[in-house]
């Protein structure tokens, strides 16, 4: 085996090193670390929904009576009733056709892109795309070009300049590490001049954008013919774990047929999926869980302009504060754990280099108090 001792030094000199912290995660946003209980700001779960007692009781019931693997792959003996009306609750609520279960987003993206673009064929990204995504293009061989962030223009300047007649653009539907959300009725528009398709990855949006949570895609009023691929993972807002795709029925049989991650993969617990046909009743059943995490979101933005902290333009759950260098950005988070505070510096390459930023996100578990706490302790470190 070669040396790998260099890379890795490199990373520690350059403060990219990266290391797992083992945590307990618990409820009201809370987790514990080396034995202590901390307010955790970075989690995605941004409805609370992880520890919601009719998900826990759903998880304990399936299991008992479907066991706590499914055993095989979708298409060998692994689909189960579950699965199936999962996907059928999920198609419902996104006003789509039909849907698919994949067993992550990154594995959906890849699947999507790899399935429906060959070599050569061309898929244009914005450059600050999820990674799978971006991965998913390059693993398709695919002529991979990429607009200035949420830039209509250069995205019109990509398109005119491609001369394949099979042209994907795939952007995230809010953007994970700014937050902020791309134009996508602008963008739908401009794609279908071109008769390019739209791909959408909602991860960030779902369950937390649009009417009973459907999406960002719901928040522009935007259809299946407008944006003909959409990808919503379960693992964030949903608080459960898993991804959809939806669209046309040609869509989706052309996924079960070709889509390699999707075949050939063992298929998710049925209990899993259960899970999730239950935190997707409670979208409909429990609204006041976006209500106050809008209500947070808005408190955190003004308490934060009331304190001169700087943030980025995001009106989201995820609200960054930019500090660039990523030394300076590891100190802060440790300051805020120390402090009561999960927190988590983002560095590169997961975001472009000298914008390291403190990544805050916010949870319908939190409270105003939470906020509070943290926006006190933020001004301070910050200004030191």
Known sequence: MWDLSAALQQRREQNLFRQRRTLQPLAEGRCVFEGRTLINFSSNDYLGLTFH???????????????????????????????????????????????????????????????????SEVVIEDKLNHASLLDAAVLARAKLDRFVHNDINDLRRCLEKSTQAKQLVAVDGVFSMDGDIAPLKDMAALVNQYDAALMVDDAHGFGVLGNHGAGSLNEFGLDQQQVPILMSTLGKAIGSYGAIVSGSEALI?????????????????????????????????????????????????????????????????????LVGDSGRCLKLSQRLLEAGFYVGAIRPPTVPVNTARLRVTLSAAHSIADVDSLLDRLAEVLND
């Open 53 to 119: 007692p009719s998900m826990i009781a759903t998880a304990k019931d399936v299991a008992s009576s479907h066991g706590v693997g499914s055993g095989a792959s979708h298409l060998v003996s692994g689909h189960s009733s579950w699965h199936h009306q999962l996907e059928v609750n999920a198609a419902k609520l996104l006003g789509r056709d039909r849907a698919l279960l994949f067993s992550t987003g990154y594995m959906a993206n890849l699947g999507v892109i790899s399935a429906l673009i060959g070599r």
């Open 253 to 321: 049989e052309t996924l079960i047929q070709f889509a390699r991650p999707y075949i050939y993969t063992t298929a998710l617990p049925s209990a899993v999926a259960a899970v999730s046909c239950t935190a997707l009743e409670i979208l409909s059943k429990e609204p006041e869980r976006r209500q106050h995490l809008h209500s947070l979101i808005a408190h955190f933005k003004a308490g934060a302009q009331h304190r001169n902290i700087q943030l980025m333009a995001s009106d989201t759950a995820i609200q960054p504060i």
